[in-house]
């Protein structure tokens, strides 16, 4: 039987390095590609347990480059695509949009294209994964949860441009029958995020002994799920999920900021020996994001009832590890905020 060929993009970021492992592990029997073009968020050291695994390859390459994606497709005949790579942070979308239209939109137009044309006539058994975000149907008041038939109304350049992105996916399924399926997701956190994101953020800061910055009044509402229970989802989606469906994904874990850092600060003081109430201290209160969404929550209830996924680890287990694994490995986080692992890179793999 022929070997499977899959690609996976962004697999040296955060999800995308989950996924990597699970999928090399878990399906020998694929061939598994990973492409990314190691931005600022993305790094090998994510993936040395893997690096040389006999199913897996690294491949360099940007994605909003048509040919560097086209000559990728020529050189294997991939049987699916699972599409995480992306610009993925909403405050430095504020900062620059283009980059984000570069990547979320051409980038995932230039993979449509590609899949189109190699795939052209033979369609069966192909699928486009996608992976996208809750943040495409904007804010939600006090009420109500994320449907998946829920209007987009995104309100961010990072939501504007995953929101592009999901509904270009969508038109090539029915311009060009390209077989897709569309996941939503809320917050990941976990192991080998970049601390730029709130929690490895305040994890970092806490032990440094620096201040956390709270946007606004700090009432702002995330729903939280941990990246290796996402992880499992979409190999789920990938392989169980019905052609031209959304699934919205999440961790029936909606925390309020400021509690949610409360919570952090006492795991931490527990974690660190200091005293209980130690860390709370460093709350700062700035200005806050602007556009910034009040409240994100999903219905996950598809995925569960259809699929059978639900998320298998606690907010209070996940996080507690999540700490374990970000003080365990204060070299990951210093390489990361100080591009180390950009010469990690060079001196794995050379000019290539
Ligand atoms: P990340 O920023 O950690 O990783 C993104 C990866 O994409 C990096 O490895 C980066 O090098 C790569 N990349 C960026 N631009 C590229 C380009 N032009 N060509 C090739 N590779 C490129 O992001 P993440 O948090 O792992 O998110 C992965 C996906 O999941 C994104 O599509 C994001 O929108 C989506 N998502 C994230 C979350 C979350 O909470 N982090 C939640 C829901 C959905
Ligand atoms: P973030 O991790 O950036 O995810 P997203 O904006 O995609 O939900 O932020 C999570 C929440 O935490 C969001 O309401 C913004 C807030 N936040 C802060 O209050 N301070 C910070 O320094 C950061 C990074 C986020």
């Not at 990072?158 to 809320?186: I, M, Q």
């Not at 509690?259 to 209160?285: N, P, Q, W």
């Not at 996080?319 to 390489?335: F, G, H, I, P, R």
Request: aromatic share 12%; with cysteine; glycine share 8%.
């Amino acid at each position: 039987m022929m070997k499977k060929h899959i690609l996976i993009t962004g697999g040296a970021g955060f999800i995308g390095s989950h996924v990597v492992r699970l999928m090399v592990n878990r399906y020998p029997e694929y061939e598994i590609v990973n492409l990314d073009l190691l931005t600022y968020a993305g790094n090998l050291g994510n993936l040395t347990d893997i690096a040389n695994a006999p199913n897996y390859q690294f491949v360099r390459a940007d994605i909003a480059d048509a040919v560097q994606v086209n000559e990728l497709f020529d050189r294997f005949a991939f049987d699916g695509v699972i599409h995480l790579a992306a610009e993925s942070h909403v405050d430095r979308s504020i900062e620059d949009p283009l980059s984000f239209v570069r990547t979320n939109v051409i980038g995932t137009v230039n993979l449509l294209n590609a899949c189109r044309d190699q795939w052209a006539g033979q369609m069966e058994g192909k699928r486009f994964y996608h992976i996208s975000t809750d943040e495409v149907y904007g804010t939600l008041g006090s009420e109500g949860l994320f449907m998946e038939t829920t209007a987009y109304d995104p309100n961010s350049p990072y939501s504007a441009s995953k929101a592009s992105s999901d509904h270009f996916v969508r038109a090539y399924g029915e311009t060009y029958g390209l077989p897709h399926v569309v996941t939503n997701c809320s917050n990941n956190y976990g192991p080998q995020q970049f601390p730029e994101k709130l929690i490895p953020l305040f994890i970092h800061n806490i032990k440094e002994e620096k201040a956390l910055p709270v946007y606004g009044d700090g009432m702002y509402t995330r729903d939280w799920l941990y990246v290796i229970d996402h992880a499992r989802a979409i190999d789920k989606v990938y392989h169980e999920g019905l052609n031209g469906e959304t699934y919205n994904i999440g961790g029936f874990n909606e925390w309020k900021n400021i509690d949610l850092i409360r919570l952090l600060c006492g795991i931490m003081d527990e974690k660190l020996g200091r005293v209980t109430g130690h860390s709370e201290k460093l709350i700062t209160y700035v200005k806050d994001r602007p556009g910034h969404d009040r409240r994100y929550a999903i219905d996950a209830s598809k995925i569960k009832s259809e699929l059978g996924w639900e998320p298998s680890v606690t907010f209070e287990e996940g996080l507690a590890e999540t700490v374990e694994w970000y003080l365990e490995n204060s070299e990951w986080l210093k390489n990361v905020t100080s591009g180390e692992y950009q010469q990690y890179y060079d001196q794995m793999y050379g000019s290539r």
